[in-house]
């Protein structure tokens, strides 16, 4: 399946993957991350569950400390 | 609207730059003076944020920390050194209104969660996110789009050490979420955070804050 990952095409394998895989797959190693579908958030608690399909647009922000 | 004519290479191309508009500094302070910004967080963004923002004439500042004014802050920090030990709020609010004591200051000493985030933001025209873990970010991020989408909240992300001026840039991440930083730089003992730096990052937020609320209506 293709989706878009912060904006650009990325091939993804199988025809659905939830938040959580996609991350590790894609190795974001920050460790404070927010997270949309189709621009609704999804939070911390719901990765696991939250499952990216086939067209979905998927944003990853990381944070970082300092301020 | 200003045109501008920009000649390459011999040719003249015709460009448009974003309207800006045009006030004076009597009515950006009258507008600006309607509206109340939250400032999560009172340290190296938001105690200089809060002093650019009082100095702009805006009308109120609810300053949000839980922490005293110890002497390594004074490296980057709006605070002065008779003020350590004292807390951030209480040390930010005395200065403000050292500059400019017409504006109206409310100060809360707590630890920001979820739940204080709705009592205390429900009323403010605008939540600027200062705080110092990135874990606080995520949680006033998710928080303010859970609660408050429609809120404009501006954050600061990545500002450590110094130099690479041109990496710091500002993007929108939802309707009503803006982002100021290099999106790169966090904070270790080998990177530290320093005050031109954390200062061009606390003065951005401001801007945006400014502009934000010149274009909104009360």
């Known amino acids: 399946m293709q989706i878009f990952l912060n904006n650009r095409p990325e091939q993804i394998e199988g025809d659905e993957i939830t938040i959580s895989e996609l991350i590790r797959q894609k190795n974001f190693t920050f460790k404070l991350l927010v997270t949309k579908i189709n621009g609704k958030l999804v939070r911390v608690g719901e990765r696991d569950t939250t499952r990216v399909r086939n067209g979905d647009t998927v944003e990853v922000m990381h944070l970082i400390s300092g301020g | ?218």
């Open chain 2, 1 to 218: 609207m200003f045109r501008v004519f920009v000649l390459i290479g011999g040719k003249c191309i015709f460009t448009q730059l974003m309207a800006m508009n045009r006030m004076t500094v009597a009515q950006i302070r009258k507008h600006l003076s309607q509206f109340t910004i939250a400032i999560a967080g009172c340290g190296g963004l938001g105690s200089n944020a809060a002093v650019a923002l009082a100095r702009a004439g805006i009308g109120k500042l609810l300053l949000v920390d839980f922490d005293l004014v110890e002497p390594s802050n004074l490296y980057r920090q709006y605070f002065f050194c008779d003020q350590i030990g004292t807390f951030k709020t209480d040390a930010l609010a005395e200065n403000i209104h050292r500059i400019d004591n017409s504006i109206e200051l409310e100060t809360k000493n707590i630890k920001l969660d979820e739940l204080a985030v709705i009592q205390l933001f429900s009323d403010v025209d605008l939540v600027i996110e200062a705080f110092d873990q990135a874990a606080e970010k995520q949680m006033l991020l998710e928080a303010m789009l859970v609660n408050f989408p429609e809120k404009p909240f501006i954050m600061g992300n990545g500002m450590a050490g110094y130099g690479n001026f041109e990496a710091i840039k500002q993007l929108q991440w939802d309707k009503q979420v803006y982002i100021c930083g290099d999106f790169t730089n966090e904070i270790s003992e080998d990177n530290p955070p320093l005050a031109p730096r954390v200062g061009i990052v606390a003065n951005m937020q401001a801007n945006l804050a400014m502009e934000l609320l010149l274009k909104m209506s009360k």
